[in-house]
Every structure is written in C-alpha cells, then in structure tokens.
Nanobody, 122 residues
Framework: QVQLVESGGGLVQAGGSLRLSCAASGRTFSSYVMGWFRQAPGKEREFVGLISNIGGSTLYVDSVKGRFTISRDNAKNTVYLQMNSLKPEDTAVYYC???????????????WGQGTQVTVSS
C-alpha cells in the first residue's frame, strides 16, 4: 500500500512558476512509475507527464513540454513537478499517481493522491 500526498499548489500569475511535490509512504517508492495528472473545472482528468522507475526517463503531454519538468528523489520518497511559464489554461487540480507501467492512461496507476489546486491568473 502506498499513500501519496501532494503539496505546493497555490495561486500564481501567468508567466510565474510553481513546484509541486508528491510525498510517498512505503519502502518501495523507487520501484514505481510516477505520473502527474490534472483536472480542470468541467473537464476530464488528463495526463501531464511521468517519470519512470528505472533510469528516470520522462514523458510529457505536448501542451507542457518545455515548461514543466518532472524529477524524483528516491531517498526522500518524493516526486516533483516544476511548472514554469504558467498559463491560465494550466489551472486545475493536480494529482500524482503511482504504478508499475509506463502509461499516459489513468487505469494502470494503482495509487493516487488527493490533489492540489493550482490557479493561474491572467
């Protein structure tokens, strides 16, 4: 069982930056693929990016490429989402998720955090 807790959300002006953190419980954090998803008001939850469990490879949705960076610190059981050049359309609740398969779909992820709100004002 893994528990995930996101933090770092808030209100920021367009063009600004935020860093989200996702702290995981348990001893097997390094074995998980960690994904970030977001859900804007009135929209379905969508894939943002992921970082693999082996080698730390990353994958991003096109809309955040070059602006968002995912990293992980296995010693701290934490994954990060650095968000730069934020846009109003990035406003959403951001979720981290843990799984064993590299996937942009939600189903393969076994564990989810509660989400953290990011609001970008224009």
């Amino acid at each position: 069982q893994v528990q995930l807790v996101e933090s770092g959300g808030g209100l920021v002006q367009a063009g600004g930056s935020l860093r989200l953190s996702c702290a995981a419980s348990g001893r097997t954090f390094s074995s998980y693929v960690m994904g970030w998803f977001r859900q804007a008001p009135g929209k379905e939850r969508e894939f943002v990016g992921l970082i693999s469990n082996i080698g730390g490879s990353t994958l991003y949705v096109d809309s955040v490429k070059g602006r968002f960076t995912i990293s992980r610190d296995n010693a701290k059981n934490t994954v990060y989402l650095q968000m730069n050049s934020l846009k109003p359309e990035d406003t959403a609740v951001y979720y981290c998720a843990a799984g064993f398969i590299i996937a942009s779909r939600q189903n393969p992820y076994n564990y989810w955090g509660q989400g953290t709100q990011v609001t970008v004002s224009s």
